[in-house]
């Protein structure tokens, strides 16, 4: 039974599915809020052309068509929030790590709340939820922002390419460091075996939702992915300020600090309703 006046859509990172964030999906379910977690195509095995996805090989080539886009995943995550807002269903969307780029191109503004509020519409996406996630400028795609000056892509220590390189999927080296390092051992070996793989993100950002919609964004302090220190860089890259809230913990806050990121979801919903003006149904 839910009884908050607003939904979280989660878009989870790369390499993932929505497993890891069962945890996540379930503390907010006990306080009342409707939640939806879809698997991303570009992380999906089953169409990654790898084979067996038990035993999955990366170094097929990629399935007839190519791979699936990140401007897919926006596309897919964007059926599911038109379906949620013809209901009338108020939305904070969430994006974690690369999942973010997908909620900021996702939250197109035909989806926005405050412009359906302003078309006498109801419902649409209240609010962005950032969780170590980036926040790009209109135009960049993930792999862009990588990109050095001269054009080169910055290596990353914890991505692999296979037998296509660049063309080809990235899988995760080293997880247990670089994304699980503040799960115990036997937690982070589990969670590890269970990434995926996805081809590289060159989907440019189609609009800016930041200057519109509220947003909120978590710094994950002790994270070894992606820099905190960019992390603060990006959460203040907008002319719009966010809502900040720091997490000590690693990549993976859905698992490792699970109870206090439902608490900080609730709290941004929550004051963003208060702020907005929506009621309950």
Not at 1 to 27: C, D, I, R
Not at 68 to 80: F, K, M, R, Y
Not at 83 to 91: C, E, N, R, V, Y
Not at 237 to 261: I, M, V
């Amino acid at each position: 039974m839910t009884s908050k006046s607003f939904a979280v859509v989660l878009s989870h990172g790369s390499w993932h599915t929505p497993e890891p964030y069962q945890a996540l999906l379930n503390a907010l379910t006990e306080k009342g809020i409707e939640v939806h977690c879809p698997q991303r195509a570009t992380c999906d095995l089953s169409q990654l052309n790898v084979g067996n996805v038990d035993n999955p090989d990366f170094n097929r080539k990629a399935p007839p068509g190519g791979y699936p886009l990140a401007s897919d995943d926006a596309a897919e995550l964007g059926v599911l929030l038109d379906k949620l807002i013809a209901q009338g269903k108020s939305i904070l969307l969430a994006g974690h790590s690369s999942g973010g780029w997908v909620a900021a191109e996702a939250a197109q503004p035909a989806r926005q709340y405050p412009v359906r509020a302003r078309e006498g519409r109801p419902g649409g996406i209240i609010g962005l939820f950032l969780i170590g996630a980036f926040v790009l400028p209109e135009g960049q795609s993930v792999h862009s922002f990588s990109q050095r000056p001269d054009g080169t892509v910055a290596e990353s220590p914890f991505k692999r390419y296979h037998k296509h390189g660049s063309d080809g999927l990235e899988t995760v080296v080293d997880a247990e460091k670089y994304l699980f390092n503040e799960l115990d051992q036997a937690s982070a070996k589990k969670w590890a075996s269970k990434l995926t793989a996805a081809p590289l993100m060159k989907s440019p950002l189609t609009h800016n939702p930041y200057d519109v919609l509220p947003c909120a964004y978590v710094i994950l302090e002790k994270d070894c992915a992606i820099p905190p220190d960019l992390q603060e860089q990006m959460a203040t890259s907008q002319s719009k300020p966010f809502t900040t809230y720091r997490a000590p913990c690693d990549h993976s806050p859905h698992l490792s600090w699970t109870n206090e990121l439902a608490q900080k979801i609730e709290e941004f919903g929550d004051k963003v309703v208060t702020e907005s003006g929506i009621r309950a149904d």
